[in-house]
Structure formats: structure tokens, C-alpha cells
């Protein structure tokens, strides 16, 4: 049910992604200041943005999960939220690199976008515990619903507040792609549609391999009985969709 | 509605006051923490930026201190199941808990800030008093509102000490921010003029989203 058009969306992804390496590396020009250095934007600032939606997406998700109380729902916000925490430490790292390169310091306080990211970041980086702390497997998809629709929330307040607590010490040169040259902008957002859908491919593959795991064990309990496989060997973090569902479609 | 509301705030102080379990806790924890800071720092006095942060980080860390104790008599002795055998609204046990917490709050602030004022602040308190208590009347909504969310959130967890602060101090970094930053101008020795109104509108707006989106999310915590 997941797995449906994975081949050619990977294939997809692939092209884009190379579509946009190539064009990072060979057509968008250097940039007067930076150098080689800067094309790392073409990768830190799509996945931070990537990141943060999905942080925004698994809130909705969330949303929907509370309202409908389907299961699914909630596997879905918890593979969006999973996947955007391994975005956002690629876009931690890249930017760390980048200010490096940059301004001489692995990490600068001034740069209001960075540090909230920090924050949310660490904000998010709670969900996991939570949910493995939490062992009745309906009240940890409720709790981890709760907690994704107010870190959610807090991801533009969040913004707000620093942004606001930082004096603008740096000239915000990349601040908008409005102030791009041409160039530069196609390259910017072919990466960043192509991050899109790496996201969204990797999503997917992770939807798919957790659904089909539950089936696998559903059918083999049906199969051997319960104690054929046990369900879930002690406690864990991710959402027990499906299990019910392709149980009861079984019997 | 209201009087639930009433009826369960009571129920909150009466158990405090027959207690003494969270409050007394959390205003030793604020002085021994200006203590710590004193050797910390190593210094006599402190003013500006430095004594808004220092303030701000004892309140915030006593504040999580107490959101951590609020809900455990409940979900250990059997509160919530009287609640919900109850039929009343359970938005209201949110409210209540919220006014307990903020109850809470002013009173380890009764004791923290004049201690904060006798043992490290440089300056004088006095002329700044009344716009420290708005800014920290504001900070305190955002505690309370945060505090009950994630005490609720992370009582029902295994490892409840370390989540709930682990949960709460993230989502507090704006109080921080604007308290700290507002509170800043207030105990400098050049004291001029007054709060900037962006931190005040900050912690204000900060107060009215999260009190609304916990007020949405926190029946959701408890069915069962």
C-alpha cells in the first residue's frame, strides 16, 4: 500500500539529485567572496528548510492522527519527524562547516537562523526518548502526537524570538533568494526540489519497510500463533501501525 | 466550569499547604543556586545582563524543579481517575493546574528575587520593581503553561525526572530570551528608560500560543 510507485520515484530522486549536483558544481558560478566554498548553500540551506517543513509536517500529521485516531496518522508523523531530525543534522553539520569557511568559528552565535535551529533541533531530539519511555502503545502514539503539534508550534515562535534577540552584526547577504543572480537561483532551486524529494523518497522507504514489517509479523502470528513471533520484544520507539489493522483484514 | 476550577485549585494549594512537598523545595533550590553562582562566578555582586541571566536560569530551573512534582500525586495516588470519573470539563484541570503552578511561582518569586536583590545584585532593586514584576508576571504565564504541558506529558513516562526537564527546557529558550533581555536594562547601574515593548509583546505573544495550544491539547493527555 506504501510501497506503490517507489521505483520510479527513486529513479526520480536520483536524477534530480544528480541534476542538481551537477548544476552546483559546474554551472553556478563562484561567488566573488566565498569561492568554492559557498556552493555548500546549495546543500545547507535546502535541507534546513526541508527539516524544518517536515518538523511543521509531522505537527499536521499529528493533527490529523488526534482528530481521526487512525494509527497511521501517527506512523506517519513519526517517520516525517525521524527523517527530519537526520536532515537537520546534516544541515547543523553543513552550517558548521560553512561558518568555519566562512567566519573563522565552527559555531557563531550571531547567526539568528542557526541558533534556533539549534534549539529546535534539540526540541526535537526529545521526541525519540519520549516515545520509548512510554510503553502502552496507544497512549505513546497520543503523548508523541501532543508533543509533535506543540514543538510544531514552536518552530516559528521559536524564530521569532531569537531572531529578534539578535543584533544584525552579519550582513545577510543570502537572505532571500530574491537577491540572487539568476544563475544562482536555478541552481538553488533545482537542489532544493531535489532535496524535496529525497525527502519525501526516504519517507516513503521508511513508511513502506514499517508497514510491510507488521504485516510480515501479523501473517506469521496468524501463521504459528501468538507465540510465533513475539510482537514487539521489549519496549519501543516506533508506532505499532498496521499490526492491528492487517490483523484484523487476516482473520 | 468555573467552579471546578475552584474546587480543584483548592484541592492544589490544601494539598501543598498539608505538605510542603514542591514550594519550600523549589525557593531553597533558587537561594542555594545564587550561592552556586556566587563561587561559580566568583564574584561579589553582579548587574545587567549578567544578573538578568542569572535570575532567569534559577527561576527557569526552579520552575521545572516544581512542573516536575505537579502532576506525580495524581498519577501515583489515583488523582486522575477520581478526575475522570468526574463529570466535569477536563479543560478545567489544565486552568487549575496552570493558576497552581503560577501560585507556585510567585511565591518561590516572593522568596527568590529579594534574596537574588540581598546576596548578588549589585544594584538597587527599588526603582525598577514595577516593571520587573510585569516582565516576570509574563515570564511566569509561559512557565506555567509550559510546566503543566509537560508535566502532564511526562508523568505518564518511565523516565519522568529526565524528561521533563529535557522537554521543558527547549520549549522555555524564548522566556529566557525575552525575561532575560527585558529584565536586562532593569538591574543595570545606568538604568535607563524602560523594558523594550518588543520582549514584553515576545513573552505576551509566546503566553497566548502555547496557553492556547495547551489548552486544546491537554484533554488529549488525559483519556484513558
Given at each position: 500500500m506504501?510501497?506503490?510507485?517507489l521505483?520510479?520515484l ?7 539529485m544528480?541534476l ?5 558544481f559546474?554551472?553556478?558560478?563562484l ?5 568554492f566554498?559557498q556552493k555548500i548553500?546549495?546543500i ?9 517543513c ?11 492522527h488526534l ?6 496518522w ?9 527523517m ?10 553543513t552550517?558548521?562547516?560553512w561558518a ?5 568559528h565552527?559555531w557563531?552565535?550571531?547567526?539568528p537562523?542557526?541558533v534556533s535551529?539549534?534549539i529546535?533541533?534539540?526540541?526535537y531530539?526529545?521526541y ?19 508533543f509533535?503539534i506543540?514543538a ?6 521559536n ?6 534577540s ?7 547577504v ?10 544562482m ?5 533545482v ?7 529525497l ?5 516513503k ?15 506469521r502470528?496468524r ?5 510465533g513471533?513475539?510482537?514487539?520484544r521489549?519496549r ?5 501501525m498496521?499490526?492491528q489493522a492487517a490483523?484484523?483484514?487476516?482473520l | 466550569m468555573?467552579?471546578?476550577v ?8 490544601l494539598v ?14 533558587a537561594v ?10 566568583n564574584?561579589s555582586s ?7 541571566g ?5 527561576l ?7 512542573a ?9 495516588q489515583?488523582g486522575?481517575d477520581g478526575f475522570?470519573?468526574?463529570?466535569v ?10 493558576l497552581?503552578m503560577?501560585?507556585y ?10 534574596a537574588?536583590?540581598i546576596?548578588l545584585?549589585g544594584?538597587p532593586?527599588?526603582?525598577a520593581l514595577?516593571?520587573l ?8 504565564i509561559?512557565i506555567?503553561?509550559i510546566?503543566?504541558l509537560?508535566?502532564?506529558l511526562?508523568v505518564q ?6 524528561l521533563?526537564?529535557?522537554?521543558a527546557?527547549?520549549l522555555?529558550?524564548?522566556?529566557v ?14 538604568h535607563a528608560g524602560?523594558?523594550?515593548a518588543?520582549?514584553?509583546l515576545?513573552?505576551g505573544?509566546y ?7 495547551a ?9 484513558d
Amino acid at each position: 500500500m506504501y510501497g506503490k510507485g517507489l521505483r520510479s520515484l527513486s529513479i526520480v530522486t536520483v536524477a534530480a539529485m544528480a541534476l542538481a549536483l551537477s548544476l552546483v558544481f559546474f554551472y553556478a558560478p563562484l561567488e566573488a567572496e566565498q569561492g568554492f566554498l559557498q556552493k555548500i548553500f546549495y546543500i545547507h540551506v535546502p535541507l534546513a528548510i526541508i527539516a524544518l517543513c517536515g518538523f511543521v509536517v509531522g505537527a499536521l500529521f499529528a493533527i490529523a492522527h488526534l482528530r481521526t485516531r487512525d494509527s497511521s496518522w501517527d506512523m506517519r508523523s513519526y517517520v516525517t519527524i525521524h527523517m527530519s531530525l537526520i536532515f537537520a543534522v546534516g544541515a547543523l553539520i553543513t552550517g558548521s562547516i560553512w561558518a568555519k569557511g566562512s567566519w573563522g568559528h565552527w559555531w557563531v552565535w550571531n547567526e539568528p537562523t542557526l541558533v534556533s535551529f539549534l534549539i529546535v533541533f534539540l526540541l526535537y531530539a526529545t521526541y525519540q526518548p519520549l516515545r520509548f519511555a512510554i510503553e502502552d502503545p496507544e497512549r505513546q502514539s497520543r503523548y508523541a502526537s501532543v508533543f509533535a503539534i506543540t514543538a510544531g508550534a514552536f518552530v516559528p515562535m521559536n524564530f521569532i524570538a531569537v531572531r529578534l534577540s539578535t543584533a544584525y552584526l552579519h550582513p545577510r547577504v543570502l537572505g532571500g533568494t530574491s537577491n540572487l543572480p539568476g544563475s544562482m537561483r536555478l541552481t538553488f532551486m533545482v537542489s532544493l526540489a531535489a532535496v524535496t524529494l529525497l525527502f519525501v523518497t526516504m519517507c516513503k522507504y521508511e513508511l513502506t519497510a514499517k508497514h510491510t514489517r507488521a504485516q510480515v509479523r501479523a501473517l506469521r502470528r496468524r501463521l504459528v500463533g501468538e507465540d510465533g513471533s513475539p510482537a514487539r520484544r521489549g519496549r519501543t520507539a516506533v508506532p505499532a501501525m498496521g499490526t492491528q489493522a492487517a490483523g484484523r483484514s487476516g482473520l | 466550569m468555573r467552579r471546578t476550577v475552584g474546587a480543584l485549585l483548592r484541592k492544589e494549594l490544601l494539598v501543598e499547604l498539608r505538605t510542603f512537598e514542591s514550594v519550600p523545595g523549589m525557593s531553597l533550590f533558587a537561594v542555594t543556586t545564587f550561592v552556586v553562582f556566587h563561587f561559580a562566578l566568583n564574584r561579589s555582586s553582579v548587574e545587567g545582563d549578567l544578573a538578568a541571566g542569572i535570575l532567569w536560569v534559577t527561576l527557569l530551573f526552579a520552575a521545572i524543579l516544581g512542573a516536575n512534582r505537579l502532576f506525580v500525586a495524581d498519577a501515583d495516588q489515583g488523582g486522575f481517575d477520581g478526575f475522570l470519573l468526574a463529570p466535569v470539563d477536563r479543560s478545567a484541570m489544565m486552568v487549575a493546574k496552570v493558576l497552581t503552578m503560577l501560585a507556585y511561582l510567585v511565591v518561590l518569586e516572593l522568596v527568590a528575587v529579594p534574596a537574588f536583590a540581598i546576596l548578588l545584585l549589585g544594584p538597587p532593586l527599588g526603582p525598577a520593581l514595577p516593571q520587573l514584576i510585569a516582565v516576570l508576571a509574563l515570564g511566569d504565564i509561559g512557565i506555567a503553561v509550559i510546566g503543566t504541558l509537560v508535566g502532564a506529558l511526562a508523568v505518564q513516562t518511565r523516565a519522568r525526572d529526565l524528561l521533563g526537564p529535557l522537554l521543558a527546557l527547549p520549549l522555555l529558550v524564548p522566556i529566557v530570551i525575552g525575561g532575560a533581555r527585558a529584565t536586562a536594562p532593569l538591574l543595570a547601574f545606568s538604568h535607563a528608560g524602560g523594558v523594550p515593548a518588543r520582549w514584553l509583546l515576545t513573552l505576551g505573544l509566546y503566553d497566548l500560543i502555547f496557553g492556547l495550544i495547551a489548552y486544546a491539547l491537554f484533554d488529549f493527555l488525559l483519556e484513558d
